[in-house]
Structures are given as structure tokens and as C-alpha cells.
Nanobody, 125 residues
């Protein structure tokens, strides 16, 4: 099992950048697939990005492709989400999720068993 803690959220102006971190406990985190999801008030939780542990393939929602980058540092048990060119519509609580065997597709939040508490990202116009 792993425990996940997100950090790095905050208030930023449109066009700015933030880097979110997802720090994990657990010796086998390097063999967990990890996803970032976000949820704005009154909206469904939506997929943002994911990174596979085997091979390191990355996947992005169309809405963030070219602006966000997911990466991992296995030595630090941490996954990052670099967010550039932020827009007001990126405002949400961002969650990281992990699982050694994702059920379904990487973009389906129901397939992940382990979640962090979330970090708020607010982008002002």
C-alpha cells in the first residue's frame, strides 16, 4: 500500500505556471501507475495526465496537452505535474492517484485505489 500527499497548489495568474508534487510512502511506488485528476466545483472528476511505471509512457487529456507535463522521480518516490500556460478553466482541486494494476483505462478514476487529499489550484484571469 502507499499513501499519497500532494503539494504545490496555489493562486496564479492566467499564463503562469505551477508544479504539483505527489509524494508517496511505500517501497514499491516505482511499480505503480500514477494519474493526476482534477475536480472543479459542481463538475465531475476528470482525467488530466498519467504515467505508467513500466516504460514510463505518458498520457494527457486533450485540454492540457502541450501545456502540462507529468514526470516521476523514483528515487524520491515522487510524481510531478508541471503546469504551464495556465488558464482560468484549469481551476480545480488536483488529486494524484496510484495503483499497481489499474482496472480499466488510465483515464478512468474508478480504476485507482490510492488517492491523495488534493491540492487547490486557482487561476485568476
Amino acid at each position: 500500500q502507499v499513501q499519497l500527499v500532494e503539494s504545490g497548489g496555489g493562486l496564479v495568474q492566467a499564463g503562469g505556471s505551477l508544479r504539483l508534487s505527489c509524494a508517496a510512502s511505500g517501497r514499491t511506488f516505482n511499480k505503480y501507475d500514477v494519474g493526476w485528476f482534477r475536480q472543479a466545483p459542481g463538475k465531475e472528476r476528470e482525467f488530466v495526465a498519467a504515467i505508467k511505471w513500466f516504460g514510463g509512457s505518458t498520457y494527457y487529456a486533450d485540454s492540457v496537452k502541450g501545456r502540462f507535463t507529468i514526470s516521476r522521480d523514483n528515487a524520491k518516490n515522487t510524481v510531478y505535474l508541471q503546469m504551464n500556460s495556465l488558464k482560468p478553466e484549469d481551476t480545480a482541486v488536483y488529486y494524484c492517484a496510484a495503483d499497481p494494476y489499474i482496472r480499466g483505462t488510465y483515464s478512468d478514476y474508478t480504476g485507482y485505489d490510492y488517492w491523495g487529499q488534493g491540492t487547490q489550484v486557482t487561476v485568476s484571469s
